[in-house]
């Protein structure tokens, strides 16, 4: 029997398990959006093309799954690419799909005629243009074979409009080949188990890889078997949940400073799914100076990137650490650890507040407001700093945010994403103003479909970390950072239709955290907090990581 392109594209995202796609209509689109209307698939209309694909960030983060938006041509898809960018720097599996014009326009300056696969190759696994309907649904299953194997990341299907009202015969899906089972190159690991076994001041660090890898038991497992103090990069937070002090929190430039010295002082470091950037490393030349460095990862190229490795293994992390585990030795290590616990008191009596002032005291009340297994999406700014520091994650997929990317604007949508992949779950958006007005249209696809986000907007009229570094670096100069105080964000809440309230940060906010944490529908607190509220310690530039400072 034969159906249309766009038939053949829904049966076959059925067929792999999608169930909801985030997008916004365009005249190219229309044969596919027309198919969608009649479901099952549920299609959530965004106010914008990048916020579109921010919740299928979202959504994949929050479930593991892929991710699906959809688009039109021209600026419908050029709008996506901040979030495509987004979910390729932290390796987030997603498939955008756009609509092209026709094929007898292309190279003729058509109307909303873009070169998107050009755009995008640089910041996807790979982008591919449908040439012919009968290559839909092999190009569409390349698509999420590619995005949600090896190192996970973005694929964009690019399928012009005729070809989305051709009509093609119906094939058959042919079955996917045997994938081989077992790891190869086992005696790397048993090479990185002897160096493990046999250091005295080890540290593993644990990156967002592991999430990704499904690994986080085994991860813990290790940890508990080994007694093997951790860190993590931001990507990492809430892999392990260990207790007995192993854990000695994120490393970087905004990190924690037991974890920054900790990893100085180390004579081995395992880096499990890390790709070692600057933001964690500082200045590379200065990094774990006293330290053999071991890398597990699955990309290839991430291993010896930034930092020289002596031990390299690549491989799904999963298998590797279930190779890894029975070949650990567990060592107290009591010397390291005493040493721990006096570096973790010191930093303890030095930061009494933890670093983040009245603002990290509000996030900790919002987090005991809601539910233990609530999602928090902190955007990008001091709210993620504040948030990453102070949030206590319990699961591995209850802190969502933009890492590598660094993303202002992400949280809204990707909320949303989040909470239609994970209705049962409370989802708690943490953003600055300024990260709020990039995506604050999307309040009314909140409003629309009555999702139940509780957001919190951290408002300190500033761009508050462009802001602190001007402030600490640049003499003051605050150039361009301030951003006033002539906007109502309550009413701009409320003109979407979204309850919301006021709170000054240095009063007591319970009362609204409570009134937020109890509505049934979607709720915002704009939090009033003064712009002087900045995160300690922070690496200055052209530094290393023990070179942090604590105080203006």
């Known amino acids: 029997m034969a159906i249309t392109g766009a038939d053949i594209v829904i049966k076959t995202l059925l067929e792999e398990g999608v169930d909801v796609i985030f997008g916004y209509p365009g005249a190219n689109t229309l044969p596919l959006h027309d198919r969608l209307s009649d479901g099952p698939i549920r299609h959530y209309l965004m106010r914008h093309e990048q916020a579109a694909a921010h919740a299928a960030d979202g959504y994949a983060r929050a479930t593991g799954k892929v991710g699906v938006c959809l688009a039109t041509s021209g600026p419908g898809a050029t709008n996506l690419v901040t979030g495509i960018a987004t979910a390729y720097m932290d390796s987030t599996p997603l498939v955008a799909l756009t609509a092209q014009v026709d094929s007898d326009l292309w190279g003729r300056d058509a109307f909303q005629e873009t070169d998107i696969i050009g755009i995008t190759m640089p910041i996807t696994k790979h982008s591919l243009m449908v040439r012919d309907v009968g290559q839909v649904a092999s190009s569409v299953r390349q698509a999420f074979q590619l995005a949600s194997t090896g190192r996970t990341g973005p694929v964009l299907v690019d399928i012009p409009k005729d070809i989305l009202t051709a009509l093609c015969d119906e094939q058959p899906r042919k079955a996917p080949a045997a994938t081989p089972k077992g790891i190869e190159n086992r005696e790397q690991i048993e090479r990185i188990a002897q160096a493990l076994n046999r250091s005295e001041r080890p540290v593993l660090l644990i990156g967002g890889g592991v999430k990704l890898g499904d690994a986080c038991e085994k991860m813990t497992e290790l940890v508990q078997k080994g007694q093997l103090p951790f860190v993590t990069t931001m990507m ?8 007995n002090g192993f854990n000695l929190g994120f490393i970087g430039t905004h990190g924690n400073e037991l974890a920054n010295r900790m990893i100085h002082q180390a004579d081995f470091i395992l880096a499990l799914g890390a ?41 799904d992390i999963g298998d590797a650490l279930a190779e890894l585990i029975p070949l650990i030795v567990p060592r107290e290590r009591a010397p390291w650890m005493e040493r721990i616990r006096t570096e973790r008191q010191a930093q303890e009596e030095k930061l009494v507040d933890g670093g983040c002032g009245q603002a990290g005291d509000l996030i900790r009340k919002v987090q005991k407001a809601m539910a233990r297994d609530a999602i928090v999406i902190p955007d990008v700014g001091l709210n993620q700093i504040w948030t990453v520091r102070t949030w206590k994650p319990r699961s591995p997929r209850s802190l969502l945010t933009s890492g590598g990317m660094g993303t202002m604007g992400f949280s809204v949508p990707a909320a949303i994403g989040a909470k239609v992949g994970a209705p049962e779950r409370d989802v708690v958006v943490i953003c600055g103003d300024g990260g709020f007005y990039m995506n604050i249209q999307e309040l009314a696809t909140i409003s629309n479909y009555r999702l139940p986000i509780k957001i919190v907007v951290i408002n300190n009229g500033h761009l508050g970390m462009i802001r602190q570094i001007q402030d600490l670096f640049y003499e003051s100069r605050f150039a361009e950072s301030h951003l006033g105080d002539r906007v109502d964000l309550v009413a701009v809440a409320k003109g979407f239709g979204v309850p919301a309230e006021r709170v000054a940060v240095d009063e007591d906010p319970a009362e609204a955290i409570a009134r937020m944490s109890a509505a049934d529908g979607p709720y915002m607190i704009e939090a009033m907090v003064d712009p002087d509220n900045y995160v300690y310690p922070i690496i200055p530039p052209g530094c290393s990581n023990v070179e942090m400072i604590c105080g203006k």
């Open 236 to 243: 990492g937070i809430g892999s392990v949940q260990s207790p």
């Open 275 to 315: 790709r070692f950037t600057e933001r964690s490393t500082s200045l590379i030349e200065e990094f774990a100076p006293l330290a053999t460095v071991a890398q597990i990862d699955i990309d290839a190229t991430s291993i010896g990137k930034n930092i020289p490795v002596a031990l390299p293994y690549v491989g």
